[in-house]
């Protein structure tokens, strides 16, 4: 059974940094790329960066220069650390991955298949 459990969010002011988490279990980590989205109150949940199994990376407009994706394969975990966050950055953060190996990220969260539970990120202006 695939999990993808998330940890890290959390309040922080606005120019402050972040660090997420994304474990996996139930499968082998690096055949498969990881992605993570962002729903905001109101809003639809869109792409902020994804991690292809071959560790090619892609950015959101948004959050490139200011968010880097990572992983560590030896610990089947995935990283979103967060700098020079703003207020328009509050979100539930969530990761995702598809059921399928060895394919590319997609931003359509309709490309994958497992999701984590989220984890809250507020930005105090």
């Known amino acids: 059974q695939v999990q993808l459990v998330e940890s890290g969010g959390g309040l922080v002011q606005a120019g402050g940094s972040l660090r997420l988490s994304c474990a996996q279990s139930?499968?082998?980590?690096?055949?498969?790329?990881m992605a993570w989205f962002r729903q905001a109150p109101g809003k639809e949940r869109e792409f902020v960066t994804a991690?292809?199994?071959?560790?090619?990376?892609s950015y959101a407009d948004s959050v490139k220069g200011r968010f880097t994706v990572s992983r560590v394969i030896a610990k089947n975990t995935v990283y979103l650390q967060m700098n020079s966050l703003k207020p328009e950055d509050t979100a539930v953060y969530y990761c995702?991955?598809?059921?399928?190996?060895?394919?590319?990220?997609?931003?359509?969260?309709?490309?994958?298949?497992?999701w984590g539970q989220g984890t809250q990120v507020t930005v105090s202006s």
């Open positions: 995702a991955s598809p059921k399928t190996p060895y394919i590319a990220a997609s931003i359509a969260p309709s490309a994958y298949d497992y």
């Open positions: 139930g499968r082998t980590f690096s055949r498969y790329t």
């Open positions: 991690i292809s199994w071959s560790g090619d990376t």
